[in-house]
């Protein structure tokens, strides 16, 4: 089945520590988008990418790095430059250059900072 | 402006009533429209897209696009306890920037 997935779905992260998030897609949709989302709050876009080895930094890119270097996977690094990253993840990918398409999303990774 | 504006709410809607959400967009060169329901904890789901003037039905959903006014809405008929949720507006611009931006969500509850 075509999808995108997550993982993993509940991550820990100790004060200081770098972690990566997991997003992979076998849509074969070129653009691949992280959000962020705290409790009772909207989207807020992280990261996107359009192609390979590129992308492009979205509201909230502070604390966060990227890589895109095969166009199934998108993973998420959440660096200790990051204050607060406790919150909900949520991947998402969408085909470029329709009109008519929609964002694709995965499960999501709830990340706690203990 | 910001490039997608929805009320946060919440909008309280007793059960059986029609739910009316909202949403406007300031990119005139946007040509599709979204609405997704995210129930708290989960992941986000599309129940309605929309892509020419006027309105789109689908069961109890209607989606309204207006592109002169450059709003869109969303109607629930016969609304439910089970619509509870955040409903995200998205808007899709193919050739400036060539993604697909949310709006921050409604959340809607319906009232037993």
């Known amino acids: 089945d075509g999808g995108i997935t997550q993982s993993p779905k509940y991550l820990f992260r100790k004060e200081g520590q770098n972690v990566t998030l997991s997003c992979e897609q076998n849509l074969n949709h070129d653009a691949m988008y992280w959000y962020r989302q705290d409790p009772g709050q909207g989207l807020r876009l992280i990261y996107y990418?359009?192609?390979?080895?590129?992308?492009q930094k979205g509201d909230i890119a502070e604390g966060y790095s990227v890589s895109r270097e095969k166009k199934e996977s998108f993973p998420l690094t959440v660096t200790s430059a990051q204050k607060n990253p406790t919150a909900f993840y949520l991947c998402?990918?969408?085909?470029?250059?329709?009109?008519?398409?929609?964002?694709?999303f995965g499960q999501g990774t709830r990340l706690t900072v203990v | 402006q910001k490039e997608v504006e929805q009320n946060s709410g919440p909008l309280s809607v007793p059960e059986g009533a029609i739910a009316s959400l909202n949403c406007t967009y300031s990119d005139r060169g946007s040509q599709s429209f979204f609405w997704y329901r995210q129930y708290s904890g989960k992941s986000p789901e599309l129940i309605m897209s929309?892509?020419?003037?006027g309105d789109k039905e689908d069961g109890r959903f209607t989606a309204q696009l207006n592109k002169a006014s450059q709003y869109v809405s969303l109607l629930i008929r016969d609304s439910q306890p089970s619509d509870s949720a955040t409903y995200l507006c998205?808007?899709?611009?193919?050739?400036?920037?060539?993604?697909?931006?949310f709006g921050k969500g409604t959340r809607l509850h319906i009232l037993p």
């Open positions: 929309i892509y020419s003037n």
């Open positions: 998205a808007v899709n611009r193919p050739g400036r920037d060539d993604k697909i931006i």
């Open positions: 998402a990918s969408s085909i470029l250059g329709e009109a008519n398409t929609e964002a694709f």
């Open positions: 990418s359009q192609i390979v080895n590129d992308f």
